[in-house]
């Protein structure tokens, strides 16, 4: 399985941006899709984003317009952009490759965001 590394985490004031990065340990080019999840204390983990490898962009009603995915094959790495960010976006977020046959996980990386 692929190996995914995060990072770009933080803590930024409400309303600030952050922009994560997810490295991974081999070409992603043919992996079907990418995506980043996060997960916040005491609730589910929940999808933000993905984007497949055809470019093809999904969001969560609660990012979007605030939240950018991309994918640089080249580079093997995928990001998140994450702009006007709200306390409710406070969680540890994961990267995953979201491959047919199994899904690989980041390790995650923290994201803080204060009123």
């Known amino acids: 399985q692929v190996q995914l590394v995060e990072s770009g985490g933080g803590l930024v004031q409400a309303g600030g941006s952050l922009r994560l990065s997810c490295a991974a340990s081999?070409?992603?080019?043919?992996?079907?899709?990418m995506g980043w999840f996060r997960q916040a204390p005491g609730k589910q983990r929940e999808s933000v984003a993905t984007?497949?490898?055809?470019?093809?962009?999904n969001y969560a009603d609660s990012v979007k317009g605030r939240f950018t995915i991309s994918r640089d094959n080249a580079k093997n790495t995928v990001y998140l952009q994450m702009n006007s960010l709200k306390p409710e976006d406070t969680a540890v977020y994961y990267c995953?490759?979201?491959?047919?046959?199994?899904?690989?996980w980041g390790q995650g990386t923290q994201v803080t965001v204060s009123s």
């Open positions: 995953a490759a979201l491959a047919v046959a199994a899904t690989s």
């Open positions: 081999e070409s992603i080019f043919n992996i079907n899709a």
């Open positions: 984007i497949t490898s055809g470019g093809s962009t």
